[in-house]
């Protein structure tokens, strides 16, 4: 197994090591541990993907488990940051949908013998989409002893959950719609049997 390949797989594992974190109640430093962890996996997305194409180690294997590996990151998550009602709901359902389209359509190209490579845009999504999420986490951390100094930005007016959290999260949503139709539109002519 290549190194990107590697680095797919420890993003999957990482993601189920974030959710245990995140899902423990009462323990120190775990919303701490939480951000590290997602930070971690959120940095081998980027690593395995530029590492491939440098590298010409471009796998069917990594074709099919990198894109599964970053949705199941993400997936977890906004899916917890509901949970713990730092997202609405209804905004991780459309941000799932869009996921769960676009592997869709990837899988009825992939039984045409195409593959549909990831675009620009779709980058840019992802890239807000982690940025959300690691805000959100840096304010869960916040309220821990390890990195308590920083409680006084989220405190800060614009800083804060309300405001530049908000921001956050309907750029993210936007960009999801957005990146999402646009996929959609590009490759219709595989839906033309529907």
Same mark, same amino acid.
Not at 39 to 57: Q, V
Not at 85 to 95: D, G, S, T
């Given at each position: 197994?290549?190194?990107?390949?590697?680095?797919?797989?420890?993003?999957?594992?990482?993601?189920?090591?974030?959710?245990?974190?995140?899902?423990?109640?009462?323990?120190?430093? /775990?919303? /701490?541990?939480?951000?590290?962890?997602?930070?971690?996996?959120?940095? /081998?997305?980027?690593?395995?993907?530029?590492?491939?194409?440098?590298?010409?180690?471009? /796998?069917?294997?990594?074709?099919?488990?990198?894109?599964?590996?970053?949705?199941?990151?993400?997936?977890?998550?906004?899916?917890?940051?509901?949970?713990?009602?730092?997202?609405?709901?209804?905004?991780?359902?459309?941000?799932?949908?869009?996921?769960?389209?676009?592997?869709?359509?990837?899988?009825?190209?992939?039984?045409?013998?195409?593959?549909?490579?990831?675009?620009?845009?779709?980058?840019?999504?992802?890239?807000?989409?982690?940025?959300?999420?690691?805000?959100?986490?840096?304010?869960?951390?916040?309220?821990?002893?390890?990195?308590?100094?920083?409680?006084?930005?989220?405190?800060?007016?614009?800083?804060?959950?309300?405001?530049?959290?908000?921001?956050?999260?309907?750029?993210?949503?936007?960009?999801?719609?957005?990146?999402?139709?646009?996929?959609?539109?590009?490759?219709?002519?595989?839906?033309?049997?529907?």
């Amino acid at each position: 197994m290549n190194v990107p390949n590697q680095l797919t797989v420890a993003r999957l594992i990482l993601s189920f090591v974030f959710v245990a974190l995140l899902s423990l109640d009462g323990l120190a430093w /775990t919303k /701490t541990a939480a951000l590290v962890v997602f930070s971690i996996a959120a940095i /081998t997305d980027f690593l395995d993907g530029y590492l491939a194409r440098k590298h010409s180690l471009i /796998t069917n294997f990594g074709k099919l488990m990198d894109p599964l590996a970053d949705k199941v990151l993400m997936c977890a998550g906004f899916v917890l940051l509901t949970r713990l009602e730092l997202i609405p709901a209804w905004i991780v359902v459309v941000i799932l949908t869009r996921e769960f389209l676009v592997t869709g359509l990837r899988l009825l190209a992939s039984a045409e013998g195409l593959v549909l490579a990831a675009e620009n845009l779709g980058k840019y999504k992802t890239i807000f989409q982690i940025v959300t999420v690691i805000y959100f986490l840096l304010f869960l951390a916040a309220k821990e002893s390890l990195l308590g100094f920083l409680r006084p930005l989220f405190n800060a007016y614009y800083l804060g959950p309300e405001h530049l959290g908000q921001v956050l999260i309907w750029a993210s949503l936007i960009l999801t719609l957005w990146s999402g139709c646009s996929y959609v539109w590009k490759n219709r002519k595989l839906l033309g049997d529907c």
